[in-house]
């Protein structure tokens, strides 16, 4: 169906962020590593302790969105994350640029990406028909793969050319030019739910609340934290393991990361007319089942060509299967979430992912540290087979509404 001019200047500002996102991908820890002479301990606690600190910082925030009309807080995020990055340059022209300024640019961002994402989920609910949201989901699926694949490869070169805080200074425009485009929405938003008394701490847990409480939501969450924790867990693993163990080159590397980006718009431009013939639940399940598959070769690669493809092949078919299972499970997550509820669950989905990421990449790292990069991949690769168990099976039942506010 068509989804009208207003969700075009939505997905023309999501576009233009995630290409300024991609392009400036990495760009922080060179920073630290080239301008500010960190040593590598910082360079690598940065990410990682930026991610769990802005979903901290984030938790009392999933109330405040819920009940607020959403495209004023989708601006304030992208507004945020550009003064962040702004301020980056803008301290290295002064030559007062800082590894805390660092740091605190980095819990803006993910401050800002869990707002937004809050914000934005509840209000592309609102926007486009019921109908329409799987062919939605899938555009804005098959954006942010394409921005994946062309935009650290173009990034490189800029950093190349115009160094780390110059690339920096681009990606906080992009930011502007999202909140410029949210600006030109034309409909009418909603009003927001209307905020019933409920005491705080209920209201700040509501959105795990809801989720814990639903059958199928529930095992789709344990499941993306899995496999989500499993996948971040991968990439240290598989850089020692090409790098260290099979002696590839570090452009074999980049290509067996970078290349297979091009399956997850596969993945969604296929998830559309497979839906239309199959139906949603068939498809989340059969992605769902489907993704998990493919993290078992990596461990069973060997060094050569035949290493290469094996590995390249596996993060491909990976990918493509994500890529389909990704919007066909946001808008099973849209039908599955009361209105009252949808920015408190978003934030919660978002904050978990953000919180339990970094403890799979840990636990990976222990694992490889006493056995090897190898064993740890295989065992992640198991860990992600089990959590197919928890997709919902079972036909799709409705959930009851629950009163706002609680």
Known sequence: ?????????????????????????GALPLIATLALKSPVLQVSLLSALAGVAGAALAVPLGPWIEFRR????????????????????????????TYTQLCLVAVAQAVGGIVFNAASGAHLKALVPAAGRGDANARLEATFWTASSVGPPLGGVLISWLGATATVAADSVTFLLSALGIRRLRAPEPPPPVRSPA??????????????THADLRGLYFNSLVFSGCVMATMPLLAVL?????????????LALGGPC?????????????????GEHRMLLTFGAARALWLGFLPLAGAGVAGLVIITGAQLALLICSGAFNPTFATYRMAATDDNHMSRVMSAWSISSQLCRPLFVVAGGLVAAATSARTALAVLAVLVLTSVVLLPWRAVRPRVAVPAGR
């Open 199 to 212: 005491p705080r701490w209920r209201e700040l847990t509501a959105g795990w609340q809801y989720i814990l």
């Open 262 to 278: 091009i399956g997850g718009v596969l993945g969604a431009l296929l998830i559309r007319p497979l839906t239309r013939r199959y």
């Open 70 to 97: 959403k495209r004023p807080v989708m601006i304030g995020a992208d507004l945020l994350r550009f003064a962040a990055l702004a301020s980056l340059p803008a301290a290295a022209v002064l030559d007062r640029l």
């Open 1 to 25: 169906m068509a989804l009208g001019p207003d969700f075009r200047r939505l997905w023309g500002a999501y576009a233009v962020s995630e290409l300024g996102t991609a392009l400036a991908m």
């Open 242 to 254: 090409m790098l260290r163990d099979l002696g590839f080159q570090p452009w074999q590397y980049g």
